[in-house]
């Protein structure tokens, strides 16, 4: 049976308060596992930490988006180990190199793939702003060029990087309807055409909210029809904290974003309850 896995984004438990008083990994681990969190997503560069994290939570259960940020196909192999070591859900990659032609990136993702190739976990490719991915056009030229290259679609970068109007026209849904196309797994994060991260428990927002929620809606629908009937997608809550999250004059959260992780949280898996075959379904284009 297919399933969902909720995820955490532990860098998204920074505080960044500014009381400076930071919860213990610890802390943050219970609060994740009393939330009724499948896993969480962090970084797996840091051996050391990664295993302290995988440690804490194998108890739990918890499973790890294990993320990585190399610049070289060499870079990957270390990661590679360390996840073939602790285990992981799948391996998120965000390609910190900025290519301007496409030719430069082909023998870094032929790379990494053939590397991919010899572990037993999915490793993906994330769309996040200024990394390889950085554009949209640019990154569906990549498609074009890997048709079957599986990536972790973090919405949030394309609508801010290309500022849609809004209402969202019908050519930038089939674009982002593409991308999630190719969607492995989702991270979790609503924009508005100016802020890479807004709040969604706030009235006003509600129309990116819903966007935001009929792409995923999509993405759910797509991922269903595409993988296997054991598979389970990864969706991850990653509402970061400053300078993602927008602050008030002391440079504090103007929201609580614990609480917001939730909702997040809930909608997910309300998403996924809808899109099941024979679920309560809606317009999937936003």
């Not at 799948?90 to 991919?116: F, S, T, Y």
């Not at 030229?141 to 809004?166: I, N």
Request: aromatic share 10%; proline share 6%; with cysteine.
């Amino acid at each position: 049976m297919q399933r969902l896995v909720v995820l955490q984004s532990l860098w998204a438990m920074e505080r960044r308060h500014a009381d400076g008083i930071e919860p213990t990994l610890e802390a943050n681990l219970a609060r994740i596992v009393a939330a009724g969190f499948d896993g969480v997503s962090t970084r797996f560069d840091d051996v050391r930490w990664a295993r302290r994290v995988t440690e804490l939570g194998k108890p739990h259960g918890l499973v790890n988006e294990a993320q990585c940020f190399p610049r070289t196909v060499d870079e990957l192999k270390p990661i590679l180990e360390t996840c073939t070591e602790l285990g992981c859900h799948h391996l998120d990659i965000q390609p910190d190199v900025r290519p301007r032609r496409l030719q430069e990136c082909i023998p870094l993702l032929e790379g990494w793939r053939r590397l991919a190739e010899q572990v037993s976990f999915p490793v993906y490719i994330e769309t996040h702003r200024d990394r390889m991915t950085t554009d949209l056009y640019f990154t569906l030229d990549l498609l074009d060029c890997f048709p079957d290259l599986k990536l972790v679609a973090d919405l949030s970068h394309f609508l801010v990087g290309r500022e849609f109007t809004f209402p969202v026209s019908d050519e930038n849904h089939a674009f982002i309807h593409r991308i999630l196309d190719h969607a492995w797994a989702i991270h979790g994060r609503v924009a508005s055409r100016e802020q890479v991260q807004i709040e969604i428990s706030f009235p006003h927002h509600a129309p990116w909210l819903e966007l935001f929620r009929g792409w995923w809606r999509y993405g759910f629908m797509s991922w269903r029809r595409r993988a296997g009937p054991d598979s389970s997608l990864a969706f991850v809550c990653e509402l970061g904290p400053r300078p993602y999250a927008i602050t008030d004059r002391n440079g504090n959260d103007s929201t609580d974003r614990w609480a917001e992780a939730l909702m997040l949280r809930d909608l997910a898996h309300e998403l996924w309850i809808a899109t099941e075959p024979g679920g309560v379904t809606g317009p999937a284009s936003g």
